[in-house]
Protein backbone atom coordinates (compact mmCIF):
# COMPACT_ATOMS: atom_id res chain seq x y z
CA UNK A 1 0.00 0.00 0.00
CA UNK A 2 2.75 2.43 1.18
CA UNK A 3 4.74 1.65 -2.29
CA UNK A 4 1.49 2.49 -4.38
CA UNK A 5 1.12 6.07 -2.70
CA UNK A 6 4.76 6.60 -3.41
CA UNK A 7 4.33 5.38 -6.78
CA UNK A 8 1.41 7.71 -7.48
CA UNK A 9 3.40 10.76 -5.81
CA UNK A 10 6.09 10.19 -8.25
CA UNK A 11 3.88 10.11 -10.87
CA UNK A 12 2.69 13.54 -9.85
CA UNK A 13 5.84 14.48 -9.64
CA UNK A 14 6.67 13.75 -12.74
CA UNK A 15 3.52 15.57 -14.47
CA UNK A 16 3.93 18.44 -12.99
CA UNK A 17 7.33 19.19 -14.03
CA UNK A 18 6.32 17.92 -17.36
CA UNK A 19 3.70 20.25 -17.34
CA UNK A 20 6.04 22.96 -16.25
CA UNK A 21 8.51 22.48 -18.86
CA UNK A 22 5.79 22.42 -21.57
CA UNK A 23 4.31 25.75 -20.44
CA UNK A 24 8.19 27.31 -20.29
CA UNK A 25 8.78 26.08 -23.81
CA UNK A 26 4.86 27.66 -25.21
CA UNK A 27 6.08 30.75 -23.14
CA UNK A 28 9.79 30.75 -23.95
CA UNK A 29 9.93 34.43 -24.74
CA UNK A 30 7.96 35.97 -21.93
CA UNK A 31 10.15 33.28 -19.49
CA UNK A 32 13.87 34.57 -20.83
CA UNK A 33 12.12 38.47 -20.75
CA UNK A 34 11.63 37.61 -17.21
CA UNK A 35 14.81 35.86 -16.38
CA UNK A 36 16.55 38.82 -17.80
CA UNK A 37 15.02 41.04 -15.88
CA UNK A 38 14.85 39.16 -12.59
CA UNK A 39 18.86 39.14 -13.20
CA UNK A 40 19.06 42.90 -14.45
CA UNK A 41 17.90 43.75 -10.50
CA UNK A 42 20.40 41.52 -9.36
CA UNK A 43 23.01 42.82 -11.30
CA UNK A 44 24.60 44.97 -8.63
CA UNK A 45 24.37 42.62 -6.23
CA UNK A 46 26.18 40.22 -8.27
CA UNK A 47 28.67 42.49 -9.26
CA UNK A 48 29.09 43.38 -5.34
CA UNK A 49 29.91 39.43 -4.63
CA UNK A 50 32.49 38.86 -7.65
CA UNK A 51 34.24 42.28 -5.73
CA UNK A 52 33.97 40.55 -2.46
CA UNK A 53 35.32 37.44 -4.03
CA UNK A 54 38.27 39.39 -5.44
CA UNK A 55 39.08 40.99 -2.71
CA UNK A 56 38.84 38.19 -0.13
CA UNK A 57 41.93 36.82 -2.04
CA UNK A 58 44.27 39.50 -0.46
CA UNK A 59 42.93 40.36 2.49
CA UNK A 60 42.93 36.75 3.30
CA UNK A 61 46.21 37.12 2.86
CA UNK A 62 46.73 39.77 5.51
CA UNK A 63 44.84 38.16 7.72
CA UNK A 64 46.52 34.84 7.86
CA UNK A 65 50.15 36.00 6.73
CA UNK A 66 50.85 39.62 7.64
CA UNK A 67 48.75 39.89 10.81
CA UNK A 68 48.82 36.26 11.97
CA UNK A 69 50.38 37.87 15.42
CA UNK A 70 47.13 39.56 16.21
CA UNK A 71 45.21 37.50 18.18
CA UNK A 72 43.83 39.26 21.15
CA UNK A 73 40.45 40.43 21.63
CA UNK A 74 40.97 43.62 20.45
CA UNK A 75 43.53 43.07 18.04
CA UNK A 76 41.20 40.36 16.22
CA UNK A 77 38.01 43.20 16.59
CA UNK A 78 40.29 45.41 14.07
CA UNK A 79 41.98 43.10 11.94
CA UNK A 80 39.36 42.72 9.92
CA UNK A 81 38.75 45.98 9.16
CA UNK A 82 42.57 47.01 9.01
CA UNK A 83 43.17 44.15 6.71
CA UNK A 84 40.05 45.09 4.39
CA UNK A 85 41.19 48.57 3.83
CA UNK A 86 44.93 46.86 3.08
CA UNK A 87 43.08 45.29 0.36
CA UNK A 88 41.20 48.01 -1.19
CA UNK A 89 44.60 50.37 -0.84
CA UNK A 90 46.59 47.27 -2.68
CA UNK A 91 44.00 47.41 -5.67
CA UNK A 92 43.96 51.55 -5.88
CA UNK A 93 47.85 51.04 -5.82
CA UNK A 94 47.94 48.86 -8.85
CA UNK A 95 44.97 50.80 -10.40
CA UNK A 96 46.85 53.90 -10.14
CA UNK A 97 50.29 52.36 -11.16
CA UNK A 98 48.80 51.51 -14.26
CA UNK A 99 46.63 54.53 -14.87
CA UNK A 100 49.93 56.84 -13.97
CA UNK A 101 52.09 55.15 -16.22
CA UNK A 102 50.04 54.71 -19.56
CA UNK A 103 47.57 57.75 -19.48
CA UNK A 104 50.38 60.46 -19.47
CA UNK A 105 51.70 58.77 -22.58
CA UNK A 106 48.83 58.26 -24.26
CA UNK A 107 48.05 62.19 -23.73
CA UNK A 108 51.10 63.07 -25.45
CA UNK A 109 51.21 60.69 -28.30
CA UNK A 110 47.48 62.05 -28.71
CA UNK A 111 48.65 65.61 -28.46
CA UNK A 112 51.97 65.09 -31.23
CA UNK A 113 49.42 63.02 -33.26
CA UNK A 114 47.26 66.38 -33.37
CA UNK A 115 50.09 68.77 -33.71
CA UNK A 116 51.46 66.69 -37.00
CA UNK A 117 48.05 66.15 -38.82
CA UNK A 118 48.43 70.12 -40.16
CA UNK A 119 52.07 69.16 -41.75
CA UNK A 120 50.40 66.25 -43.04
CA UNK A 121 47.62 67.42 -44.67
CA UNK A 122 50.28 70.03 -46.57
CA UNK A 123 52.58 67.19 -47.30
CA UNK A 124 49.55 65.50 -49.16
CA UNK A 125 48.51 68.55 -50.64
CA UNK A 126 51.86 69.09 -52.00
CA UNK A 127 52.35 65.23 -53.50
CA UNK A 128 48.50 65.95 -54.73
CA UNK A 129 50.53 69.35 -56.66
CA UNK A 130 53.18 67.32 -57.95
CA UNK A 131 50.85 63.95 -59.10
CA UNK A 132 49.10 66.55 -61.00
CA UNK A 133 51.90 68.68 -63.06
CA UNK A 134 53.48 64.76 -63.44
CA UNK A 135 50.50 63.40 -64.76
CA UNK A 136 48.11 65.80 -66.84
CA UNK A 137 45.10 63.15 -67.16
CA UNK A 138 44.71 63.50 -63.36
CA UNK A 139 44.35 67.43 -63.95
CA UNK A 140 41.79 66.93 -66.68
CA UNK A 141 39.78 64.45 -64.17
CA UNK A 142 39.90 67.06 -60.89
CA UNK A 143 38.76 70.00 -63.69
CA UNK A 144 35.74 67.76 -64.57
CA UNK A 145 34.95 67.34 -61.19
CA UNK A 146 34.96 71.50 -60.71
CA UNK A 147 32.35 71.91 -62.88
CA UNK A 148 29.95 69.49 -61.81
CA UNK A 149 26.73 71.78 -60.87
CA UNK A 150 25.96 70.38 -56.76
CA UNK A 151 22.05 70.74 -56.39
CA UNK A 152 22.59 73.57 -53.05
CA UNK A 153 19.20 73.80 -52.78
CA UNK A 154 18.48 70.11 -51.96
CA UNK A 155 21.63 69.70 -49.86
CA UNK A 156 19.76 72.87 -48.28
CA UNK A 157 16.72 70.62 -47.36
CA UNK A 158 18.50 67.82 -46.51
CA UNK A 159 20.44 69.86 -43.50
CA UNK A 160 16.91 71.43 -42.30
CA UNK A 161 15.27 67.83 -42.41
CA UNK A 162 18.10 66.65 -40.05
CA UNK A 163 17.72 69.50 -38.26
CA UNK A 164 14.40 68.60 -37.62
CA UNK A 165 14.25 65.22 -36.98
CA UNK A 166 18.08 64.35 -36.41
CA UNK A 167 18.66 66.42 -33.56
CA UNK A 168 15.66 65.54 -31.72
CA UNK A 169 17.18 61.66 -32.15
CA UNK A 170 20.57 62.92 -30.79
CA UNK A 171 18.85 64.58 -28.10
CA UNK A 172 17.31 61.71 -26.94
CA UNK A 173 20.71 59.41 -27.53
CA UNK A 174 22.66 61.82 -25.67
CA UNK A 175 19.69 61.58 -22.31
CA UNK A 176 19.74 57.76 -23.16
CA UNK A 177 23.22 57.68 -22.78
CA UNK A 178 23.48 60.08 -19.72
CA UNK A 179 21.42 57.73 -17.59
CA UNK A 180 22.71 54.83 -18.82
CA UNK A 181 26.18 56.37 -17.21
CA UNK A 182 24.73 57.56 -14.38
CA UNK A 183 22.56 54.29 -13.73
CA UNK A 184 26.03 52.48 -14.39
CA UNK A 185 27.58 54.46 -11.58
CA UNK A 186 24.92 53.87 -8.87
CA UNK A 187 25.30 50.18 -9.49
CA UNK A 188 28.78 50.08 -9.02
CA UNK A 189 28.80 52.12 -5.50
CA UNK A 190 26.05 49.89 -4.58
CA UNK A 191 28.16 46.75 -5.84
CA UNK A 192 31.03 48.11 -3.61
CA UNK A 193 29.07 48.93 -0.50
CA UNK A 194 27.18 45.56 -1.10
CA UNK A 195 31.17 43.88 -0.87
CA UNK A 196 32.13 45.70 2.09
CA UNK A 197 29.03 44.21 3.89
CA UNK A 198 29.94 40.76 2.23
CA UNK A 199 33.61 40.66 3.57
CA UNK A 200 32.76 42.02 6.91
CA UNK A 201 30.46 39.45 7.97
CA UNK A 202 31.55 36.22 5.54
CA UNK A 203 32.05 34.15 8.32
CA UNK A 204 28.33 34.76 9.48
CA UNK A 205 27.22 34.36 5.87
CA UNK A 206 28.45 31.26 5.50
CA UNK A 207 27.40 30.38 9.08
CA UNK A 208 23.86 31.22 7.89
CA UNK A 209 23.72 29.05 4.50
CA UNK A 210 25.03 26.02 5.85
CA UNK A 211 21.71 26.43 8.39
CA UNK A 212 19.34 26.86 5.67
CA UNK A 213 21.22 23.86 3.62
CA UNK A 214 20.91 21.66 7.00
CA UNK A 215 17.46 22.72 7.38
CA UNK A 216 15.97 22.34 3.71
CA UNK A 217 18.29 19.39 2.55
CA UNK A 218 19.12 16.00 3.42
CA UNK A 219 22.31 14.99 4.64
CA UNK A 220 23.52 13.47 1.81
CA UNK A 221 22.83 16.13 -0.59
CA UNK A 222 23.88 19.15 2.07
CA UNK A 223 27.46 17.18 2.15
CA UNK A 224 27.37 17.36 -1.67
CA UNK A 225 26.69 21.12 -2.21
CA UNK A 226 29.15 22.17 0.48
CA UNK A 227 31.82 20.01 -1.23
CA UNK A 228 31.02 21.72 -4.77
CA UNK A 229 31.14 25.22 -3.28
CA UNK A 230 34.27 24.38 -1.66
CA UNK A 231 36.04 23.21 -4.77
CA UNK A 232 34.37 25.88 -6.70
CA UNK A 233 35.72 28.90 -4.65
CA UNK A 234 39.43 27.12 -4.27
CA UNK A 235 39.61 26.34 -8.40
CA UNK A 236 38.24 30.35 -8.51
CA UNK A 237 40.89 31.74 -6.07
CA UNK A 238 43.69 29.43 -7.67
CA UNK A 239 42.46 30.98 -10.73
CA UNK A 240 42.71 34.34 -9.98
CA UNK A 241 45.70 33.74 -8.20
CA UNK A 242 47.79 31.94 -10.83
CA UNK A 243 46.23 34.76 -13.50
CA UNK A 244 47.55 37.96 -11.93
CA UNK A 245 51.02 35.48 -11.65
CA UNK A 246 50.37 34.87 -15.29
CA UNK A 247 50.13 38.62 -15.88
CA UNK A 248 53.56 39.57 -14.20
CA UNK A 249 55.62 37.21 -15.69
CA UNK A 250 54.58 38.41 -19.24
CA UNK A 251 55.28 42.17 -18.46
CA UNK A 252 58.43 40.98 -16.50
CA UNK A 253 59.37 39.48 -19.54
CA UNK A 254 58.39 42.80 -22.16
CA UNK A 255 59.83 45.04 -20.01
CA UNK A 256 63.48 43.14 -19.92
CA UNK A 257 63.20 42.13 -24.09
CA UNK A 258 62.06 46.17 -25.03
CA UNK A 259 64.88 47.00 -22.58
CA UNK A 260 67.79 44.79 -24.32
CA UNK A 261 66.24 45.77 -27.92
CA UNK A 262 66.10 49.57 -26.84
CA UNK A 263 62.82 50.32 -27.53
CA UNK A 264 60.85 53.20 -26.58
CA UNK A 265 58.44 53.42 -23.43
CA UNK A 266 59.82 49.86 -22.50
CA UNK A 267 58.20 50.13 -18.71
CA UNK A 268 54.76 51.70 -19.94
CA UNK A 269 54.04 48.78 -22.24
CA UNK A 270 55.07 46.33 -19.71
CA UNK A 271 52.54 47.49 -17.34
CA UNK A 272 50.18 48.15 -19.61
CA UNK A 273 50.72 44.08 -21.66
CA UNK A 274 50.32 43.06 -17.54
CA UNK A 275 47.57 45.19 -16.43
CA UNK A 276 45.26 43.64 -20.06
CA UNK A 277 46.59 40.28 -19.87
CA UNK A 278 44.72 39.78 -16.48
CA UNK A 279 41.73 39.29 -19.44
CA UNK A 280 42.84 35.90 -20.53
CA UNK A 281 44.01 35.12 -24.46
CA UNK A 282 43.08 38.32 -25.84
CA UNK A 283 43.89 41.18 -23.28
CA UNK A 284 47.79 41.04 -24.31
CA UNK A 285 46.80 41.63 -28.20
CA UNK A 286 45.06 44.89 -26.88
CA UNK A 287 48.10 45.88 -25.13
CA UNK A 288 49.87 44.89 -28.06
CA UNK A 289 47.83 47.17 -30.05
CA UNK A 290 48.23 50.31 -28.01
CA UNK A 291 52.17 50.29 -27.69
CA UNK A 292 52.60 49.60 -31.35
CA UNK A 293 50.72 52.62 -32.24
CA UNK A 294 52.45 54.54 -29.56
CA UNK A 295 56.06 53.49 -31.15
CA UNK A 296 54.71 54.00 -34.62
CA UNK A 297 54.69 57.74 -34.04
CA UNK A 298 58.40 58.24 -33.41
CA UNK A 299 59.33 55.27 -35.28
CA UNK A 300 57.52 53.03 -37.62
CA UNK A 301 60.04 50.43 -38.48
CA UNK A 302 60.39 49.86 -34.00
CA UNK A 303 56.63 49.70 -34.30
CA UNK A 304 57.36 46.55 -36.89
CA UNK A 305 59.89 44.96 -35.06
CA UNK A 306 57.72 45.68 -32.05
CA UNK A 307 55.15 43.62 -33.02
CA UNK A 308 57.43 40.53 -34.07
CA UNK A 309 58.73 40.58 -30.64
CA UNK A 310 55.33 40.74 -29.01
CA UNK A 311 54.23 37.60 -31.50
CA UNK A 312 57.46 35.83 -30.45
CA UNK A 313 56.89 36.55 -26.59
CA UNK A 314 53.01 35.65 -27.05
CA UNK A 315 54.61 32.13 -28.89
CA UNK A 316 56.61 31.22 -25.36
CA UNK A 317 53.92 32.49 -23.04
CA UNK A 318 51.31 31.07 -24.65
CA UNK A 319 53.03 27.38 -25.11
CA UNK A 320 54.80 27.41 -22.40
CA UNK A 321 54.11 29.56 -19.67
CA UNK A 322 50.50 30.16 -19.49
CA UNK A 323 49.43 26.57 -19.59
CA UNK A 324 51.64 25.86 -16.96
CA UNK A 325 50.58 28.30 -14.60
CA UNK A 326 47.28 27.90 -15.34
CA UNK A 327 47.28 24.09 -15.33
CA UNK A 328 48.63 23.91 -12.09
CA UNK A 329 46.66 26.75 -10.34
CA UNK A 330 43.41 25.42 -11.50
CA UNK A 331 44.25 21.37 -12.33
CA UNK A 332 43.08 21.80 -15.56
CA UNK A 333 45.26 20.59 -18.21
CA UNK A 334 46.38 22.53 -21.79
CA UNK A 335 44.01 21.51 -24.06
CA UNK A 336 40.72 22.10 -21.71
CA UNK A 337 41.79 25.48 -20.71
CA UNK A 338 41.80 26.12 -24.97
CA UNK A 339 38.23 25.06 -24.95
CA UNK A 340 37.07 26.77 -21.83
CA UNK A 341 38.48 30.19 -22.77
CA UNK A 342 36.87 29.50 -26.17
CA UNK A 343 33.17 28.38 -25.52
CA UNK A 344 33.56 31.46 -22.34
CA UNK A 345 34.61 34.07 -25.13
CA UNK A 346 31.80 32.32 -27.58
CA UNK A 347 28.68 32.62 -25.46
CA UNK A 348 29.52 36.08 -22.74
CA UNK A 349 32.59 37.28 -23.93
CA UNK A 350 35.30 38.64 -21.76
CA UNK A 351 33.62 37.72 -18.82
CA UNK A 352 32.70 34.29 -19.90
CA UNK A 353 36.63 33.84 -20.68
CA UNK A 354 37.13 34.18 -16.96
CA UNK A 355 34.09 32.80 -15.45
CA UNK A 356 34.61 29.38 -17.88
CA UNK A 357 38.31 28.27 -16.58
CA UNK A 358 37.49 27.80 -13.01
CA UNK A 359 33.85 26.21 -13.56
CA UNK A 360 35.27 23.72 -16.44
CA UNK A 361 38.19 22.86 -13.83
CA UNK A 362 35.65 22.21 -11.54
CA UNK A 363 33.16 20.05 -13.56
CA UNK A 364 37.00 18.27 -14.86
CA UNK A 365 37.39 17.33 -10.96
CA UNK A 366 34.06 16.14 -10.26
CA UNK A 367 33.96 13.85 -13.51
CA UNK A 368 37.64 12.88 -12.75
CA UNK A 369 36.52 11.53 -8.97
CA UNK A 370 33.24 9.98 -10.28
CA UNK A 371 35.25 8.08 -12.74
CA UNK A 372 37.59 6.67 -10.65
CA UNK A 373 35.31 6.11 -8.03
CA UNK A 374 33.08 3.49 -10.76
CA UNK A 375 36.14 2.14 -11.96
CA UNK A 376 37.13 1.18 -8.40
CA UNK A 377 34.11 -0.36 -7.96
CA UNK A 378 34.06 -1.81 -11.21
CA UNK A 379 37.50 -3.51 -10.29
CA UNK A 380 36.25 -4.40 -6.67
CA UNK A 381 33.34 -6.82 -8.30
CA UNK A 382 35.96 -8.07 -10.99
CA UNK A 383 38.25 -9.29 -8.05
CA UNK A 384 35.06 -10.63 -5.64
CA UNK A 385 33.39 -12.34 -8.61
CA UNK A 386 36.95 -14.07 -9.86
CA UNK A 387 37.74 -15.67 -5.80
CA UNK A 388 34.46 -16.85 -6.11
CA UNK A 389 35.11 -18.75 -9.44
CA UNK A 390 33.18 -17.36 -11.82
CA UNK A 391 33.90 -15.76 -15.00
CA UNK A 392 33.87 -11.72 -14.96
CA UNK A 393 30.96 -9.95 -16.53
CA UNK A 394 32.73 -8.32 -18.69
CA UNK A 395 34.20 -11.67 -20.25
CA UNK A 396 31.15 -14.07 -19.79
CA UNK A 397 30.10 -13.85 -23.51
CA UNK A 398 33.14 -14.17 -25.49
CA UNK A 399 33.63 -12.64 -28.81
CA UNK A 400 33.15 -13.95 -32.28
CA UNK A 401 36.28 -14.94 -33.16
CA UNK A 402 36.77 -16.93 -30.45
CA UNK A 403 33.63 -18.51 -31.21
CA UNK A 404 35.33 -18.85 -34.91
CA UNK A 405 38.34 -20.02 -33.71
CA UNK A 406 37.20 -22.80 -31.42
CA UNK A 407 34.46 -23.91 -34.33
CA UNK A 408 37.73 -24.41 -36.71
CA UNK A 409 39.44 -26.47 -33.83
CA UNK A 410 36.43 -28.48 -33.41
CA UNK A 411 36.09 -29.12 -37.40
CA UNK A 412 39.86 -30.70 -37.01
Same mark, same amino acid.
Not at 17 to 42: H, P, T
Not at 231 to 248: I, P, R, W
Not at 287 to 306: E, H, K, R, S, T
Not at 378 to 404: C, F, L
Given at each position: ?12 H ?28 L ?12 L????K ?13 G ?11 L ?7 V ?94 V?A ?18 R???S ?15 S??? /? @?????L???? &?? %? +?? =? #? ?25 A ?15 F ?10 L ?21 ? /? @? ?8 ? &?? %? +?? =? #? ?6 A ?5 I?LM ?20 R????KK ?11 D ?13
Amino acid at each position: MESGKEKMRQIRHLLVWAALLVLALIYSREVFRGISFFFGILQPFLWGGAIAFALNIPMKYYEEKLLARWKGKGAVKIKRPVCLALAIVSLLLVVSLVVGTVMPQLTRTFTEVGAKVPAFLEEVVEELDDLTRKYPELAGQVDKLEQLELDWQSMLDNVVDFLKNGAGDMLTSTVTVASSIISGVVNLVIAFIFALYILAQKERLENQGRRVLSAYLPGKAEEKILEVLSMLH /G @NFSSFLTGQC &LE %A +VI =L #GIMFVIAMSIFQMPYALMIGVLIAFMALIPIVGAFIGCGVGAFLILMDNPLQALWFVILFLVLQQIEGNLIYPRVM /G @NSVGLPAIWI &LV %A +VS =L #GGSLFGIAGMLFFIPLMSTCYSLLRENVNARNRERGARYVEVKKVGKQPPDKAIPDRQSQGKKGMQHKK
